[in-house]
């Protein structure tokens, strides 16, 4: 499924684990989650080739009244500087990078009840944990 929101490039010598359930409704403009979803994937997807051996994941899990969707990537160690300003405007490790992509998808989950948190994986890698309101039933 994800792999028709991304190029061959992006998804290229990238080794990808999901973990995801039959069904997962939010409440909220799915349009919008999915967009944050595929922007830390697309982060994640590039971290990860940065590394000898490329991996991510991304797992979606039930938490109470919230869906908690995992990214994760064994992209290299970042400074301490650069991970306490993820999700800041304007922060941004990449060359390319206007830093500006976390704090929109910080935004959009935020504006969809939801809220977003960062992780360091150790030895090297970032989980980012997108938490949005699950739809009950």
Partial sequence: MLQSFLNKEEIEGVQTTANLPQEAIAV????????????????ALKAAKNSLNPQTSVSVTAQKHMWKITITDNGPKISEEIFSALGRPTSTSKKDGLGVGLSIVLSIIENNGGHLTFRRIEPNGIAVDLFVKKKEE
């Fill in 28 to 43: 909220g403009d799915s349009f919008e989650i999915e967009l944050a979803v595929l922007n830390v994937l697309k982060n």
